[in-house]
DNA sequence: TTTTGAATGTCACCCAGCGGACAGCGTCCG
DNA sequence: CGGACGCTGTCCGCTGGGTGACATTCAAAA
């Protein structure tokens, strides 16, 4: 971005984690059958109905994976960082689609592959679908862990718990302070940890007059993270 | 699964034999790495603090597979039935144990296999992995939809669609009449779903009293599925 | 600079449902 | 057969936090 030139999608890829330790010609492969595309912040990249045949790698930016309810309530599943991969990823046969929503939470910059296409390079390549099923099995378990906080923590304890989270996969340390660029209003914080709106706005507040973050709208900083971690159990 | 009802998405992962299609040399590998056990009803597979290097194929019975919180609560992830495979399916690259407990509800047989054995056969079977991946998808599925019903819908939902989904997955069809041999106890059901033991005992009885469902301690009868699919919406 | 719409902040009300207490009931075991 | 323990049923008081209903602040557009 800013001024230096934008990096071509051949290089991406190579640095994306997952095609790591892949060699030059399968990497052309995978180059051959992807298209790179830009999107601007607040933009949708696919929509609920639609039966996604593709699939997304994320390069940079933000992206919120969201399912609405018949009823038309949003409810936010996760909120992805430069790296991932989205989209169909379990192939579940039917050609019915997830619900599933995506929006740029930035200005993004993704990758994406016919589903199909993806398929037969795993059916090809052994270790591109171990890592992939890492990654999968890795994102149930989070999933796991999130069932089990709505069961168990109150409120207060899952926005102390997603602050840290959410400081560990996207903030940046400096001098002990973490500082990170929030792309969340408090109503979508709200979805995500299941709460009422102004339920986090005060919470918020609460832990802004302790001492232990402080936050403007452009983002937080995480001043006590171990205080906060203590509050999240 | 009334006409023109959708099969769940598990019913698909339950009927689809991951081994199937497999030919009979390899069939003979697998039988070979594998041993296969007996389990009375209530014992242990394993414990939490485990670091579990084994795979497990659930060849009859049923399986509770929960977690501790450090507290010591037990939460509830699953119930699972004859065809599912359980363990530390992510390869989750750290040998950190899961704080997962499974537990036979049944008398169970099933198959056992080393983790790094399993591990190999996938990677020389492209179709094996690809399905396991499938699978670890769809449970995916799974659990984003119970985060998003544990936000939305109240105690009485979740405990209807609990007994719809625990219908279709473990349910016998009479005359219309689906019979469950239910392996929960209400504090059980109670983890499971999200509640507190009371609340499920007196939405049970009011779901009986109401001409929904009738149940006993061996077992449960839906009468009318499709009011109970209204209810849990 | 003004406008305007969205994001925050604060308050009062109210109720689903958690948790404690205790009384029947099965069921397994000595 | 009697004890005992775990499951089920029922009642109730208390409270976390959801739901409106505002007022206020902010930032992008005009």
């Known amino acids: 971005m ?57 390069k940079e930016g933000h992206v919120k994976i969201s399912r609405l309810t018949e009823d038309g309530k949003e409810m936010i599943l996760d909120v992805l960082g430069p790296g991932e991969i989205f989209g169909e990823l379990s192939f579940s046969g039917s050609g019915e689609s997830s619900g599933e929503l995506a929006q740029a939470l930035d200005d993004t910059v993704i990758c994406t592959m016919k589903k199909e296409d993806f398929e037969s390079l795993l059916r090809t390549k052994p270790e591109l679908n171990f890592e992939l099923t890492k990654r999968i099995g890795l994102r149930l378990r989070r999933f796991e862990e999130r069932v089990s906080e ?29 500082t990170i660029r929030m792309h969340l209003s408090h109503q979508e914080i709200a979805l995500l940890v299941g709460a009422a709106r102004q339920t986090v706005t005060s919470t918020l507040n609460e ?23 203590k509050l999240s159990r």
Chains 1, 2 share one sequence.
């Open 207 to 229: 832990f802004r007059s302790k001492g232990l973050i402080d936050f403007s709208r452009q983002g937080f900083t995480i001043k006590q993270l171990s205080e906060l971690q």
């Open 150 to 178: 709505m069961v168990f923590k109150d409120v207060r304890k899952r926005i102390a718990a997603f602050l840290v989270r959410y400081a560990e996969d996207f903030g940046k340390i400096k001098g002990g302070i973490i």
């Open 2 to 58: 800013s001024g230096t030139e934008r990096p071509s999608k051949f290089w991406y890829l190579k640095h994306f984690n997952i095609f790591e330790g892949m060699d030059d010609a399968s990497m052309k492969q995978v180059n051959d059958m992807s298209s790179m595309t830009s999107v601007r912040s607040q933009q949708p990249l696919y929509f609920p109905d639609q039966p996604t045949q593709t699939i997304f790698f994320l």
